[in-house]
């Protein structure tokens, strides 16, 4: 039906107008259906070496996709460089992860990640780290324990931090997602990394293990789905950088920032005694032979490049509160791990597991060795597990040791560790529920 107007030819105005309706419907079924899966939950954790960096950029979606691609560069706008990964799945989630490889030191990148026909993200960004060795003054947040129940007032004051961190750091025990019923396992991880994700999109969040990241449910594996044992959750949702520092598994590893090397353990398996490994109610791992890379990373650690040497486990070594299950387990881990730490002059110790905050002079053998922090002898010993859970804070215990400098039972909180110079480093505790300073520390340590 064409009729001829002025020699040309033309569509009826009611042709016409079914023509673009066809069209703009078209467009929005594309729309709808074709990119009904974008990304959620947008995560970034450290990747690389500080001589080459990267990024790694994961994220989640309910249905599988063709590919896996982050579109990323230098200017808004202008992503014209494209990194392609991988996704897997353990239940109901794909899980994708896509590593940026050779980037800049200390440069602002831009990003966007998702697939073509399942749809986009939004478009953020990161600065990459840095070359190690002499560095100006950086920053990491620090918290432990934190979950989803009690946890609002910590990421509120931890979302203020992004852009002056240079990254978060989680001691283990994330989403207590093991104290829900299983039906519900997989939307609190989710409902976790969607509390976060307003920093996580930015910053990246490096992790480690802890008991509550073990299985379904707090108090072993028995009735669990077998895909909900053994770390699965933890292994398929954080992606770290476990591979570039000789790790078999993402249960443990480490890096190099600034003038700092971190070591991130698991001290739930494939140590002496694991209070979750083979045989326990757990029956979690073995993940590899974890003893002998912590021996072999502590010692190749260059102190002229990076002098401070950070250790961090979810469990602690030294902790007021002792009660626990294992049974003494606190006197478990010392022994083994204590003289490891002391033989290799590490720095500090981090540690959560307990809902408070405690702050230890330096000791060593339940003994304690100075009542400053000039020059320690020993590792500095903190616990830093308040940031908010489900099981609440531990109370306050009636006894206390010599060695106890400080404690915090009355609120919620998180630490920020400035690293000033070779020489000297400041520890920064804070309450959640108005941002105050609760305790603050500045090491000084003498470098040969």
């Not at 107007?5 to 079924?29: D, I, R, Y």
């Not at 100006?136 to 910590?154: E, H, L």
């Not at 020489?423 to 040969?448: E, F, Q």
Request: proline fraction near 6%; charge should be neutral.
């Amino acid at each position: 039906y064409q009729r001829r107007v002025h020699g040309t030819t033309a569509l009826e105005p009611s042709l016409w107008l079914n023509k673009m309706l066809f069209w703009l419907t078209l467009s929005l079924v594309v729309l709808c259906f074709g990119q009904d899966d974008p990304p959620k939950v947008v995560h970034l954790a450290i990747a690389g070496s500080p001589e080459t960096p990267g990024m790694a950029v994961s994220w989640i979606t309910m249905k599988p996709t063709q590919t896996s691609i982050v579109r990323y560069g230098l200017e808004s706008g202008k992503l014209n460089q494209v990194a392609s990964g991988y996704n897997r799945t353990y239940l109901s989630r794909w899980n994708h992860d896509v590593v940026l490889a050779n980037l800049l030191p200390s440069t602002t990148y831009f990003y966007v990640c998702g697939d073509a026909s399942s749809g986009w993200s939004k478009e953020f960004n990161f600065v990459t780290r840095p070359k190690s060795g002499p560095y100006k003054p950086f920053s990491v947040a620090i918290f432990g324990d934190m979950g989803v129940s009690s946890s609002n007032n910590t990421i509120k004051q931890l979302e203020k931090l992004t852009g002056s961190v240079d990254f978060f750091y989680s001691l283990g025990d994330h989403a207590y997602a093991d104290r829900r019923t299983e039906s519900d396992y997989e939307d609190v991880y989710d409902q976790f990394q969607t509390m976060l994700e307003n920093i996580t999109r930015y910053s990246p969040l490096m992790v480690m293990p802890g008991n509550h990241d073990a299985s379904c449910k707090y108090y072993g594996s028995l009735g669990c789905n077998p895909v909900h044992d053994n770390f699965t959750a933890y292994l398929y949702r954080f992606r770290m950088p476990h591979a570039e520092s000789r790790s078999p598994s993402g249960m443990w590893w480490s890096m190099n920032y600034g003038n700092v090397h971190f070591v991130s353990m698991n001290t739930e398996t494939d140590i002496p005694d694991p209070p979750e490994g083979p045989g326990t109610l757990w029956n979690a791992g073995p993940f590899g032979d974890q003893v002998s890379w912590l021996h072999n990373d502590l010692s190749k650690v260059n102190r002229t490049e990076t002098p401070w040497l950070i250790v961090a486990g979810h469990r602690p070594i030294y902790s007021t509160i002792s009660l626990d299950w294992p049974l003494n387990y606190q006197v478990t881990l010392r022994k083994f791990l204590e003289p490891i730490l002391n033989y290799y002059k590490v720095d500090f110790y981090l540690q959560a597991h307990v809902h408070a905050y405690e702050r230890m002079f330096p000791v060593f053998n339940s003994t304690k060795q100075q009542s400053n922090y000039n020059n320690p002898s020993t590792p500095v010993y903190v616990t830093n597990g308040a940031s908010g859970n489900i099981e609440g804070l531990d109370k306050l215990p009636a006894t206390t040791a010599d060695w106890v400098a400080t404690r915090v039972f009355d609120d919620q909180g998180y630490a920020v560790m400035t690293f000033h110079n070779d020489t000297h480093a400041t520890w920064n505790y804070y309450g959640s529920s108005n941002n105050a300073l609760r305790d603050s520390i500045t090491v000084y340590k003498k470098r040969n």
